[in-house]
């Protein structure tokens, strides 16, 4: 099955500042790879995902960028505000039915 | 549209004691999960069903029962509660089209807290 690894396990960056949160997958018939946002005590929310046809998708300070050969995805968050404080989840699709496997998360400070 | 929904919100149960935790969602989606989230250990699939009458393991499923009747209900059961089964479950669900369940966006319930003694 899938394996999703995320490093570091926390970030803390200077708000303004851009923030770089990688995952490696080991499935390399995986072709879907999301990220979630959740906050403290709340659901894990998508904020932005890629399929393997394409190497890098934005929304407006987010981005993400897959290389399909190295088995790696990166999330960028440029110009980071103390709201994008949270912890934040990668995910590779997997198996029949393409189940998601999610990393152990990463916990983004942002200080003000 | 309330989107997914969990009851209850908190539960505390003695070890050995069953209880069913609810999902529903009103979205028509035929892809639903269950997932338990501990600190350090992110989210972990433990059943999944990609439509009614159809339900199949994840990657923690033991101690948890699924049964799907319904496009709109998933209900998580334990069976004998064990202090291992502390943890905060989430249901998810998701749009599908043509047996690619899970390649879309989930939309997670609000989740319940469980802590078994």
């Known amino acids: 099955g899938e394996n999703v690894e995320q490093h570091p396990s926390t970030l803390s960056v200077q708000e303004g500042d851009s923030a770089v949160i990688k995952c490696t997958y080991s499935?390399?018939?995986?072709?879907?790879f999301p990220w979630y946002k959740q906050e403290l005590g709340k659901r894990p929310q998508l904020i932005i995902d890629?399929?393997?046809?394409?190497g890098e998708k934005k929304d407006q300070r987010i981005a993400v960028t897959l290389n399909k050969t190295a088995k790696h995805f990166s999330l960028h968050i440029t110009e980071t505000q103390p709201e994008d404080s949270a912890v934040y989840f990668c995910a590779g699709d997997s198996g029949a039915n393409s189940k998601l496997t999610f990393g152990k998360g990463i916990t983004l400070s942002v200080r003000p | 549209n309330a989107g997914v929904t969990q009851t209850p919100k908190f539960q505390v149960l003695k070890t050995g004691q069953s209880m069913t935790l609810q999902c529903a969602q009103d979205m028509n989606h035929e892809y639903m999960s269950w997932y338990r989230q501990d600190p350090g250990m992110g989210l972990r699939l433990i059943h999944y069903s990609v439509g009614a009458g159809i339900t199949d393991q994840g990657e923690v499923p033991n101690g948890y029962n699924v049964s799907r009747s319904t496009t709109e209900d998933f209900p998580l059961r334990l069976l004998s509660a064990a202090p291992s089964q502390t943890s905060v479950y989430f249901c998810?669900?998701?749009?599908?089209?043509?047996?690619?369940?899970?390649?879309?966006?989930?939309?997670f319930g609000p989740g319940t807290r469980l802590t078994v003694t």
């Open positions: 499935d390399s018939a995986s072709n879907y």
């Open positions: 998810a669900s998701s749009y599908s089209v043509l047996g690619l369940a899970g390649a879309y966006e989930q939309y």
């Open positions: 890629i399929r393997s046809n394409v």
